[in-house]
């Protein structure tokens, strides 16, 4: 330790040692110390010895100070190593379909336990590993780590039968479920009437439908807010599960006269699921918290996005859940000083699954190419998504409510080959042309911002193999560092192709 080490060299350069060491009378070399004898040693001075003895004292003397300067490097590694237990988180910055799938994946191998916290089959994340396209839904992209376990938090909304095809699926792939993954015994169970109703509530708005994916998310979520939702844990007491089921059934064919639910055989169903999930079945909140107190280091990984949070996104054209940073500790039961690096995934431009407003929106050349290449299909709908420029107002928003530490700018390289790159750099009002801080909370005056963009040149060179971020050709670099600049968080990792390695890490 530096202050153990300080305290035996202030004992050992002491004029008798020294003399003892270098066989020289006590009068014949003395040290003035600071001061302050806890930082003697840097500022010692060597006097009144000869040329031979003071170079060996200054020799000495520089040993002493690069072996601080290691031992004080060391204690910092270690300092960092002692916070391992520390809570890492993946976020949607824009409004879905980043990339943090394939972040997770790279991170989640040095990480014990992968976590999911909001939402639920609505989410969507396509990870490729050696030319194999993984997609998951419910369970974390962590999963494909042999070495890590997953939790679905008690903020998810889990469709049972859908976690099951999932779980057969990684199966089939050759990819081990035993024993590593659990389900809260809190989160909320989606039923196929959930998503019967939503998607009649989509069918009945028409024109004016929210783009959901009709997963039963929203349903869910009111069952679980009406106090009358069923948990998972309420299938190890099958007497009260049963009473619950009946209970919710009923009251959604009286809201809904035109579903009908079979009971019976919905009842017969879920008793064969219990079979199966009853095992994996915890209390997550208390196993997250040990397994944090004893040094194990957890990855959440967001799902959907802050645009989509059904308090800070484009209301009502957002999910039924929060997924921004504050899902994390409401949907996994965990404290806020637990957390530590709070990564924002952005794409090097701008997509949207699904109506609502769209600033950046490019429905031209410039958007065909962004969907082409980009390959800009709903991984959950195979909907095709609106693609547009980066928007700087939205992602200052986005990093405003989050505190993003560091930011992953994923799928550079689908901007290859644009000769003119927009960034989106400030909201305007289309009439009066005064700037607009922050984000409009009301729908009528963000479809009617007008946005000011500034442009940069673009590059064709390939930059799928570039390994650093130097290797990257000069207007990519600039491009990058000035999305940094403008947004105030630093990039940590680029995208610069599909695949599971094709990243840039910068020492940030």
Avoid at 122 to 132: D, Q
Avoid at 339 to 351: E, F, P, R
Avoid at 444 to 455: A, D, G, N, T
């Amino acid at each position: 330790h530096p202050t153990m080490f300080r305290q035996a060299a202030s004992k050992l350069l002491q004029p008798s040692s020294l003399a003892a060491a270098f066989g020289i009378s006590g009068t014949a070399a003395y040290l003035i110390h600071s001061n302050d004898s806890s930082t003697a040693v840097n500022s010692t001075h060597l006097v009144k010895c000869d040329a031979h003895t003071n170079d060996l004292l200054h020799q000495l003397h520089n040993k002493f100070d690069a072996l601080q300067a290691q031992l004080t490097a060391n204690s910092a590694a270690s300092n960092e190593n002692a916070n391992e237990n520390k809570i890492d988180v993946v976020l949607g910055a824009q409004w879905g379909d980043e990339g943090k799938g394939k972040l997770v994946d790279m991170l989640g191998m040095h990480y014990d336990i992968c976590a999911r916290v909001a939402g639920g089959s609505n989410a969507g994340h396509t990870i490729v590993v050696e030319g194999i396209k993984y997609k998951f839904h419910l369970i974390p992209s962590g999963i494909l780590n042999p070495k890590a376990k997953c939790v679905i938090g008690n903020g998810v909304v889990i469709h049972l039968p859908g976690f099951l095809k999932e779980m057969q699926g990684l199966h089939d792939a050759g990819i081990s479920t035993q024993d590593r993954i659990f389900i809260s015994d809190r989160a909320h169970v989606v039923f196929d009437f959930h998503q019967e109703v939503d998607g009649k509530k989509e069918h009945t708005l028409g024109r004016n439908k929210i783009g959901t994916t009709k997963k039963g998310i929203g349903p869910a979520y009111a069952s679980k807010i009406s106090r009358n939702g069923i948990r998972v844990g309420d299938l190890h007491d099958w007497e009260y599960f049963e009473e619950r089921f009946i209970a919710l059934a009923n009251a959604t064919m009286a809201e809904h006269p035109s579903i009908r639910i079979d009971i019976d055989a919905e009842l017969a169903k879920y008793k064969q699921i219990a079979a199966k999930i009853k095992p994996l079945t915890i209390d997550t909140i208390e196993y997250i918290n040990d397994s944090w107190s004893n040094g194990t280091r957890v990855l959440v990984e967001g799902a959907n996005a802050t645009m989509l949070d059904i308090d800070f996104g484009t209301y009502p054209y957002v999910t039924s859940s929060n997924p921004s940073v504050g899902s994390v500790l409401t949907g996994l039961g965990v404290s806020p000083n637990k957390l530590s690096g709070i990564y924002g995934t952005v794409k090097a431009y701008c997509t949207r699954v699904g109506e609502g407003p769209f600033p950046t929106e490019q429905i031209n050349d410039v958007g065909d190419h962004l969907g082409t290449v980009g390959a800009e299909y709903g991984t959950t709908t195979g909907r095709q998504r609106r693609c547009g420029w980066l928007d700087i107002p939205q992602m200052q928003y986005s990093a405003k409510i989050n505190g993003f530490t560091a930011l992953n700018l994923t799928k550079l390289d689908v901007l290859t080959g644009i000769g003119k790159i927009q960034l989106g750099v400030k909201y305007v009002d289309a009439v009066t042309g005064e700037s607009i801080a922050g984000m409009p909370a009301s729908l009528r005056q963000l479809y009617k911002v007008r946005v000011v963009y500034e442009e940069m040149d673009g590059w064709t060179e390939d930059i799928s193999k570039c390994q650093r971020f130097e290797d990257l050709p000069v207007n990519a670099q600039k491009y990058v560092k000035r999305v940094e600049e403008l947004i105030g968080v630093p990039i940590k990792w680029i995208g610069v192709g599909p695949g599971r390695k094709d990243i840039i890490y910068c020492d940030v």
